[in-house]
């Protein structure tokens, strides 16, 4: 059973920087396997829907909501039991819940897609942790 939990969370000023983990257990990798998960972060502000902010897939390929490119870089650990997200230049519109999700394509093959900012792709969730920018 996957399970994901965030980290790295709290309250920034404008123009500072922060880095969320995301743990992630219950996912063996064999050879076969190892290309199998995409992660991505979302953020949901207070009263909205989930918003897509990055994806990475299972061979490294990244992508990003226009609004955080160049500010926000999502990595993996080599093991792939760790998601990143730096968070640069940080703006008072990212204050919202930041979650990590995973999903293991059908043919254990996940790539980058149009799919892979929607939160309906995605079949595991962590709790969430809370940036603030003030």
């Known amino acids: 059973h996957v399970q994901l939990g965030e980290s790295g969370g709290g309250s920034v000023q404008e123009g500072g920087s922060l880095a969320l983990s995301c743990v992630v257990s219950?996912?063996?990798?064999?050879?076969?396997?190892?290309?199998?998960?995409?992660f991505a972060w979302f953020r949901q502000f207070p009263g909205k829907a989930r918003e897509g902010v990055a994806a990475?897939?299972?061979?490294?390929?990244?992508t990003y909501i226009d609004s955080v490119k160049g500010r926000f870089t999502i990595s993996q650990h080599n093991d792939k039991n760790t998601l990143n997200l730096q968070m640069h230049s940080l703006k008072p519109e990212d204050t919202a819940m930041y979650t990590c999700?995973?999903?293991?394509?059908?043919?254990?093959?996940?790539?980058?897609?149009?799919?892979?900012?929607?939160?309906?792709?995605?079949?595991?969730w962590g709790q969430g942790t809370q940036v603030t920018v003030s």
């Open positions: 219950g996912v063996t990798s064999t050879a076969d396997t190892s290309n199998a998960y995409c």
């Open positions: 990475i897939d299972g061979y490294g390929e990244v």
């Open positions: 999700a995973a999903v293991r394509a059908v043919s254990d093959h996940c790539y980058i897609g149009s799919w892979s900012l929607g939160a309906n792709t995605y079949t595991y």
